[in-house]
């Protein structure tokens, strides 16, 4: 049996184009490409609708026959990607036009509907020239008016239901607010090529709250003196808006009227959601100026994101500092940022991928000889961590002088999950 030649001959023979159409919405292969045209892939079309039965190594021939026989121009009735395949050379994928699909099927269904495909041809043709020159006139049924080339009301219109959908589904997942909206733009650009955020001129949203939210290191910045963030953490649980859950700091209710719990869209490596708390600036009047039974731990430059560390056995040290208990070798349990080792446990690489991956981004850079240097954030690097020294447990700013001297190691906050997608 010739593999070529439909396998399942409908008793109800399709005749027309309309009846076409109907046969493979019905299968459910009409697609939207990346700018808003219905498309229907030719595998699928030949082999789930027209019965072809083919070898994946006879596809690209089938289709191509197709293309020969109803002389279909590219760009026009067709179009083709590369797909990459795994372990192999890419694949060509072809996508017919609604159109041109109908043809396929029509084509394959019956002989017997060939003078009925011409006359259904000419038919759509003079109707849709009709159109063109009555396109003030409603149609009496919208919804049979379909075509591959949509007018730009038509485009406007599939965009906004589906807009409105897409929002309805983020708010079925708990979304809300701006979030809720944001959330349906990023469903829509990622799937349709559609973004109804930038088709209005709106890049971002005014927040319903007019207040900045900041995170602990930014909040120590704010102190006077400025603070360490692990400090700002403390004083934060001393004053009873948060405590500790399984190593998450966790706002109380006390603490809720002055934060927000913000959802990153990252996870841990177990799967569990990455959640962000961020505290209103007036959070800082209800600080206590220490924690019950501690001292302020040394503070930091105002000009200087920390300022550099007390150099051991130097003239202003009474004492000899005690060293504390020594941590994991590359995990500094911050509060705020990874170190390269934890960056990696946290999204499930290795050292050495996010070594390549923030290289690549310049967001590090080595610097030294051979084994005998260190890594280094780049200029860019700054706005997404701090170089934090463990030794004495704490932070370098870019203008430190004891950057390569010192045990100072490149830390990153949140914002570099954004390049491990």
Known sequence: MDSTVPTNHNTDLITSLDQAELKIRRAGIIRLNPEGYEQVEGEELLQKVCGFNLESKTVAQ?????????????GKDFTTSML????????????????????????????????????????KREKQLTDDNQSHHAPENPALEKRDVYTAQTLLEINMTTSVKAIAFAEALGFTGNQKLLSADRLLKSQIGFSPLEAMGQRQLIAPVQKMTFTPTQLGQMMSPPQDPRQVNRLLEAARLQVKVDNQWVPTDLGQPFCEILDTGKAHHSGTPVKQVKWYQT??????????????????????????????????????????????RNRYELDDYFSLVELGEFIGRSRQHVVEVLEKNRIIKWTGQGKKGKYLLTENGWQYGLMYDPTETLFHNRNSKRLTTSNAQPVLGYDILKFFH
Not at 292 to 313: F, L, Y
């Open 84 to 123: 990459q395949s795994s372990g192999g050379r890419p694949r060509r994928v072809y996508h017919f036009s609604v159109n041109a699909a109908n043809h396929v099927l029509l084509s394959a269904m019956t002989q017997e509907g060939k003078q009925a495909r011409q006359e259904a041809i000419d038919d």
């Open 283 to 328: 959070v800082l009047d209800r600080l206590p100026p220490k924690p019950p039974g501690e001292s302020i731990e040394t503070s930091i430059d105002q000009n200087d994101r920390k300022a550099d560390p007390v150099v051991c056995g130097s003239d202003i040290d009474s004492d000899p500092v005690q060293r504390k208990q020594k941590r994991k």
């Open 62 to 74: 089938a289709i191509k026959r197709q293309i020969t026989k109803h002389e279909f121009a590219e």
